[in-house]
């Protein structure tokens, strides 16, 4: 009887082990909020097949895809156990759909990541990246971020591919209004800024989504400004140029990255260990996931690297490539490559982490649903509107204003002319995600509200952007001779620029110059506006000129902010982020060029060497008169810290917004150095009649030191300069 009792207790015992132990593994740890995000990934890891975690590794599309670019079939049967997709949609219904699905039909229940191209802005468009640089206002950048996040997580999109960081300087390639210009540092400052801004403190917040800073690395050297094409990118240019704003993006929380298209040098961005692996990961520790780039993966066979979609997966994979974007190789290979070998279990384990991570945080797993709402409630609120109105304010850029025609005077006469007066479309630029061209306020509109009673507006188109058609001519001209003063809005369609959007020159067609050659033939005073996406060949149109405002693409705030400048009731502060050559022939042109042997020459025998608007060029209604940059000490240690100070005052009549770019120069150092660097800018209001005092730390082994082909900062001792505009300040730097 007692051993009858003993065994039973035994039996007892075991199965309340078992129970708990089955208990344990059916407890699902990864479904417990109040777990980790590391111990819910190990668990959620843990219980995935081979087949399941392949999936977590892919990302196809959802809804109607209206990019050119980027067509392909798409896969109407989305299974359950996808990792992401591209959501085409701009309400949360289908989404919710397809989230459903995954959620309660597949084995796990893992959600699905949604991400879309969210560029400047969502509904609420705003100025392109290349004209917010020429803000100088970064925390007005960041808050038009945070809008574009509202807008995006409520529509039901967790992740944006967006900022694009990289530093270019040809502006014959479309991208290049996609980023914030020709400078590595500037690229850094406004790239962390968007990042914060879409990523608020916490992405699990119901108006963040995941930034993706891209397109990781080198895009923007691509040859003669073609898309998709070869970049030769030494190691030392490498670093110099194009790492800087990927390490500060990362350090600003990126949660993602995307690899790069380009061939650099021989080993494309898609199978780029060095980048992928070796930097990002180990260097910078970066612990979220990278995505290729569309088609990337499968196009490392058309760059001769892969001999099939098979090897482009084993190639794209090891390199660093967590997730496969509309290539069909990782879907297809990813678990073959697996079994034979060629890709180890622990690479793929540490991908699915990455991605799960990203879920985690986003709070997917306990949210995976966006709550419904209005279009209302979500697009276009006031406060949106007004920061997609000040950020094009500050970005528009006052290249020339000769005997101060601007502001006009109250009273004018003025005649509007010209292809982008009325045009809404053009105004959005490229990348306008699910921005509507009817929201956007016509330059002549803008005129319109802002001239009331003030002055009379009359309007010819004059010509179309392009084509051979003058039969607009006459009327334009006669349209002029009625008025006091033209207004002609030339520039860009907005499909010429952005992605695989090229152009071979970066002047306006010649039928827009030759318009303006017509009207100057009425002896009237003319001012253009020009809205571009890239910089413009301007040589010709200056000569004709009176005034020139460039308003890039502005966004749906577009005429408003552009008739404020030109009645004086807005004081321009834009400053360009990238040099406008005097022809598209001095192309590449930008102004950290490094030293040459021969400064006296080297010149161009038929067009002058020097830009006609360098960086950060742009003019105020009023005058700003600097002092002399003062330092803290005159000799320092390396690892010292220094102060320079500038005071610069309004001495005109209007109150105004000033930036202060801080430039510095190294003479002598082992390694060549460009004719100055920035290092850091602000900006600042400074009311008429006042004085502000701008100040710069400088750390010398971040701020005077150079980096080296391996990504090694160092400083040396010498001498050094710090510049601020035609003011500069010597110093020396000891051992
Ligand atoms: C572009 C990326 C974009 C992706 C998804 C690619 O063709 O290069 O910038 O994020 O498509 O639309």
Redesign the pocket.
Known sequence: MKKIRVIYLFTLILSSVNIWAQYQKDALLYKDPNQSVERRVEDLLSRMTLEEKVMQLNQYTLGRND?A??MADPINDIPAEIGSL?YFSSNPDLRNQVQKKAVETSRLGIPILF???VIHGYRTVYPISLAQACSWNPTLVQQACAVAAQEARMSGVDWT??P?VDVARDGRWG?VS?GYGEDPYTNAVFGAASIKGYQGNDISGSKNVAA?L??YVGYGASEAGRDYVYTEISRQTLWDTYMLPYEEGVKAGAATL?SC?NDISGTPGTANHYILTEILKKRWGHDGFVVS???AIEQLRSQGVAKDRKEAAMKAFNAGVEMD??NQCYNNHLATLVKEGKVSEELLNDAVKRVLRVKFRLGLFDNPYTPSSTEKERFLLPESLKIAEKLAEESIVLLKNEDNVLPLKNGSKIAVVGPMAKSQWHLLGSWRAHGNAEDAVTIYAGLENEFKNRARLLYASGCDFDGEDKSGFEEAKATARDADVIIACLGEKAQWSG??ASRSTIALPSIQEELVAALKETGKPIILLLSSGRPLELNRLEKLSDAMLQVWQPGIAGGNPIAGIIAGRINPSGKLSITFPYSTGQIPIYYNQRKSGRTHQGKYQDIPSTPLYGFAHGLSYTNYEYGDIKISSEKIRKKDKLTAEIAVTNTGGMDGMETVHWFIYDPVSTTSRPVKELKLFEKQLIREGETKVFRFEIDPLRDLGFIDGNGDRFVEAGEYYVMVNDKKVKLEVED
Request: charged share 25%; net charge negative; hydrophobic share 35%.
């Open positions: 990019n670019n980027n591209i991400g879309y191209d591919f967006s694009m991208r996609e993706c891209k397109h995307m298209f780039d569309w088609g974007m509309m992605e695989n």
